[in-house]
């Protein structure tokens, strides 16, 4: 049993402060959904939990499985267990699907062992078949003219590869046509269970519909607000953020 | 006296004297080139910070003195890389070395792979009209005549009329010792409609030989002629290179040919790309991976001296450490080569803070009904793809490794053969690992 623990973080981009004090813990096994309007720190927190350089933590911690990672490198990170789904992925001409996860499956093994290059490929199409993924996609460069639709099933091709402890999945959903979102649900709900821990950004509450998480969060202004179950992300969709905000008045009032 | 030796150098004439004596027997017209080459390059000046053909090249570096002309080899490094070649070529210290025959019935077919030496008396006529018979153009013209007089044994390659030939030719030149002087050179002739791949190395004994190595090839593509050249400069690391490449390209011939630099302190490359007759097409690709102090200076010149002619350029360098390349490039249309389509590109990637690129590109069109396109660019590694890679575990040097290679399959990627392209990657790599 894993776990992830965010202990009041503080983020900043330069000296705008974006997350202030998020705190949460995820369990291996569980899936759970943060929400909330635009700008309100989501893309922020999962990039700095990742580890991207221009996020300064300028308090708080992060603990896998009890060891804090924030000195760590990005691919430190990676390599103990985190895996981010960019809501953007970015595009990377010359280097072949097929290369790019090599790489990073070697980058997993101790110094001085070398990957198994049939056992890999085996491995690989398993994964592609199990996502309905074409054997021609990995042949061709990481992300450069895909689809938005491709660009997200490339993201869950990667997520199951590295079989991650943890994934933090941002905005998975936007820029999918109904079809292309659930292919990445189906993918992510097959890679569902005791050994993986989820943590789902979301502006929408559609993408429940195919993930449905076990716990749900809204975030504002930089922090968890409210938490409850799936049947909070039904009353959002139905009341919408003004009714979080409304209540937050009441509450500082 | 002083003014004479810092004109030649090591390249005295009683060095010349002794080089002449070293010969076979050669025709009279060789010879005579080979003396004319060498007063040629004895009067000629080094050289100078004036010289616009210079601009950016590290004058200081550039010396003739201290090199020697080398003894026989008893043995080259040379180690097959897993490549099925139709024949083979070993060179070391400017002396055919080894040669592994035309396999099948090449030979039968007219096919010649085999010393310049031989070709000079076999292959007179053949050899008079092409060897070295292209000036130089590119500002090397003294570097061009030693060269010429120094020049020993070379590749000669001739695919007669009609011929194809699948597996690539492969010659490897070697410079063996501290402070050598090597004069490489590779002729290959294709014939009307005859078709081949012709791979070149070089490399030395090891990495810490200071060497001087001035070698230069001719490639002529008669009609209808395809043939793909693939040079590999390797040298060692404290080798001073001069390569002076020329290529002519007649009527509906096609020429690809990819340089590709990774050794030498400092190296020079000129490559001047003729497009002599209509559907002429001339494809010049290069890939330099610079680092720790090295000095790459990339000079070229298309001309196109007929109608409906193609030329496409496109040089890609990595530089790391305090590396610095060079790349000058102009297009030359003359008058009546309407129709003409050339390309000019360099693209450079940064990969260090104190690494310097210098681009010069250049278009002198005098047709009126042309499309030219040239440019020059320089990044550095996006940090959002790096981190993409690093987010996925990859260490932050394997990534910029990886963005590397991917900004160099663009041009790999325009080989047609697919064991070439790994080879070469391969090669890459190992520099990369070093």
Redesign the interface.
Known sequence: MSSLVIRDLHVAIGEKKIVKGFSLTIKSGEVHAIMGPNGTGKSTLAKAI?????YTITGGDVLLDGQSILEQ???E???AGL??A?QY???????SIA???R??VQ??MAEGEEIDATAYYKRLYSKMDLLKIDRKFTSR?VNDGFSGGEKKRCEIL?MAM?EPKFALMDETDSGLDIDALRIVADGVNTMRGPNLGVLMITHYQRLLDYIVPDYVHVMWDGRIVKSGDKSLALELEAKGYDWVKKELALATA | MTETKSLVGAFTPEVFATHLASLPPLPKWWLDRKRAAYDRFASLPMPARTDEAWRFSNLTGLTLAGFSLPAAAPSTPHAPIGIKKAAKLVFANGRLHAAEHLAGDLAGRGVVVGSLYGALVKHEGLVKEHLLAQPPKLGSAKFSALHEAFLADGAFIHIPRGVEIDDPIGVFSYALGDHVAVFPHTLVVAGENARATVVEYFGSGNDTEAQLAVGANDLYASHGAQLTYIGKQDWSHRALSFQSNSTVVRRDARVQSLNLHLGARQARHESLSQLQAPGAFSEMLALTVAESDQEFDQRTLQIHQAPNTKSDLLYKNALRGTAKTIFSGLIVVDPDAQKTDAYQSNRNLMLSEEAEANSLPGLEIQANDVRCTHGATSSRIDPEQEFYLQSRGIAKEQADELLTFGFFEEVLNRLASDPLHDALRALIQTKFQK
């Open positions: 990742a580890g991207h350089p221009d490198e990005a691919d990170r990676a390599r895996f981010l960019f992925p970015s595009e990377i001409p010359g280097v290369n790019f996860l790489a990073a980058a997993r460069s990667q590295l």
